[in-house]
């Protein structure tokens, strides 16, 4: 455990050039999507959805859709560059670390960040009114997992391969459509029966159904469980992927 | 066991090909100890496994007494390793890189400032301390990369080819600081093409050669073993300088035909080219010197190149 959180601390020593910028941007980025969406948007969608006004129904969907943005932006190019540009975990891997530490280190970093965007993210959306019910702190450990369920599985991803290219590949043809599919903006329901499954099996709409019964307070019933532990499934799953992908390339 | 490093039948192979065919090696406390060899020996593969980030396909090695397969984390905790390309973060300040790097280590913040800044005297970059890595030269990243290797007072310390692509300034300021570190007695281990490297810095070394070891001893013992002690270089006014080669035969050790020079290793450089006038012969130059370790090198691992 000790080991981890000394890696942590490196990210986070590292992190502390860019904080401000980056504070600032997850605290505009929502400011800027819940002004569009929700207000712009909105407009139109007059009956709400679900019996609920659309900004307070989307606002959940968002949050998790940035718990999701965020695990990928830090398990893509920084993962790359820790092995092939910086070469930072060869520099670990030399110190009496081992390859959990390293990437149990690195993973808690990104949980991290995804923490405080979301939390930023919380803070935005009740200044416009948009959480109904106390349960929207339960948002802040869905949010957790979901990062974690698809922070894992794409570090795993991106120590596979050796060039960025492979990422430009994933983002357009894996997280795209996962965004577009998984509820964010509209219920899945509109979707016809193909595409419903690609929200069932991805890790986004598990999330954006849990952070959405949360925000709106609405009892998700014992589904919810499977759901979290769906999750939680991805997350192990990705873990032990990941721990491979990385001990195949820094010990050889 | 007195070795801090001790293999027997060491062998590393990769899909396909052997890169460390069966080595054995010994590194006593406070030795300076040097792999030589051209690129492709084995000497990286070597290094790696040596510092438990590589485990060795077959064979005995014991680090510190221990076995990395088994303790890989406690014998990194007492190694200091600076690899051939440099790993540094470039974003960080050249302090940082030092603190967070002996986090690593499990030694406390306020320990690990101090030493950095011992370190950084050390190499000569404490004016740079607070400035980032990126726009260092390339010498002032190797030194901070040593003093990085070092921040955990190590009992051994491993360089991959620490002068590689450094200007002959920066050159020499590396091997001054790790002639320094070997008077405080610690053990230094490196790899390395430059053969003034290994004469300046090596107690002891190996030539490897195709993952072997083809050779054994100071600098002094092998050049005696390996080479005569002089070298008599002859250029003759032709483009084919092998027409020469029956001339010369007789004198010396043997003669080594090259496409502009014949090497004549003689005991004696100015009696064997007395010879060479009384046989009439007259090259357009003629240079006597001393055997070197290169001279030895190139005998053993031979003069085609290898990339």
């Not at chain 1, 969406?37 to 969608?45: D, I, L, S, T």
């Not at chain 1, 092995?83 to 009496?96: D, G, I, L, M, R």
């Not at chain 2, 306020?110 to 390339?138: I, T």
Request: charge should be neutral; glycine fraction near 8%; include cysteine.
């Amino acid at each position: 455990m000790t080991p981890s959180l000394q890696v942590m601390e490196y990210h986070l020593v590292n992190y502390r050039r860019t904080w401000r910028a980056s504070v600032l941007s997850s605290l505009v980025l929502p400011l800027l999507t819940m002004l569009g969406f929700g207000v712009g948007v909105g407009a139109y969608v007059t009956g709400g959805v679900e019996g609920v006004d659309y900004l307070p129904w989307m606002v959940p969907g968002l949050i998790a859709s940035t718990a999701v943005q965020g695990a990928i932006g830090e398990s893509t190019w920084p993962v790359l560059s820790s092995f092939e540009w910086v070469k930072t975990y060869f520099a670990q891997s030399a110190a009496p670390l081992r390859v959990a530490d390293i990437l149990g280190g690195h993973l808690a970093f990104m949980l991290f960040r995804v923490l405080t965007s979301v939390m930023a993210f919380l803070l935005v959306a009740a200044l416009f009114g948009a959480l109904r019910s106390p349960w929207a702190l339960a948002v802040l450990p869905i949010a957790l997992l979901l990062a974690l369920a698809v922070a894992a599985p794409v570090a795993a991803y991106t120590a596979s391969v050796s060039t960025d290219m492979y990422l430009a590949i994933l983002i357009r043809f894996a997280v795209l459509p996962m965004s577009l599919f998984s509820g964010v903006f509209f219920p899945i329901e509109s979707l016809p029966e193909v595409l419903r499954w690609v929200a069932f099996v991805l890790p986004l709409w598990h999330g954006v159904d849990l952070c959405r019964a949360a925000t709106l307070g609405i009892d998700p019933g014992p589904g919810a469980v499977w759901q979290a532990l769906y999750l939680v499934a991805w997350g192990v799953a990705g873990w032990f992927l990941a721990h491979w992908r990385y001990r195949g390339r820094l010990v050889i | 066991m007195n070795s801090l490093i001790h293999a027997r039948g060491l062998i590393k192979r990769f899909e396909g090909f052997t890169a460390v065919d069966g080595i054995d090696v010994d590194v006593r406390a406070g030795e300076a100890f040097g792999f030589l060899g051209p690129n492709g020996a084995g000497k990286s593969s070597t290094m790696r496994m040596i510092g438990c980030v590589s485990p060795p396909t077959d064979g005995v090695l014991r680090i510190l007494g221990m076995d990395p397969r088994r303790d890989g984390p406690r014998i990194r905790a007492r190694l200091g390793v600076c690899p051939q390309l440099d790993n540094l973060d470039p974003e960080l300040t050249v302090r940082e890189n030092l603190t967070t790097y002996a986090r690593f280590f499990g030694i406390p913040r306020r320990v690990a400032r101090a030493r950095a800044d011992e370190l950084l005297d050390f190499v000569q970059l404490s004016e740079r301390a607070d400035s980032r890595v990126e726009p260092l030269s390339g010498g002032m990243k190797r030194r901070l990369t040593i003093a990085r290797a070092l921040v955990n007072e190590p009992d051994l310390v491993l360089l991959d080819e620490p002068t590689t692509g450094l200007d002959p300034q920066a050159r020499h300021l590396v091997w001054e600081r790790l002639f320094r570190l070997k008077q405080q007695g610690v053990t230094l281990v490196l790899t390395t093409h430059y053969m003034d490297e290994a004469e300046q810095l090596c107690d002891r070394l190996v030539v490897m050669d195709g993952g072997r070891i083809v050779a054994e001893g100071s600098p002094r013992a092998l050049i005696e073993t390996h080479s005569t002690r002089e070298v008599v270089e002859l250029r003759f006014p032709t483009d084919d300088q092998s027409g020469y080669a029956d001339k010369l035969a007789g004198i010396g050790d043997r003669a080594e035909v090259l496409p502009d020079r014949i090497l004549l290793y003689v005991g004696d450089g100015d009696d064997a080219l007395a010879e060479v006038h009384r046989r009439s012969l007259s090259p357009a130059s003629a240079l006597v010197r001393r055997s070197s370790l290169e001279d030895v090198f190139l005998h053993l691992t031979g003069r085609t190149l290898v990339d």
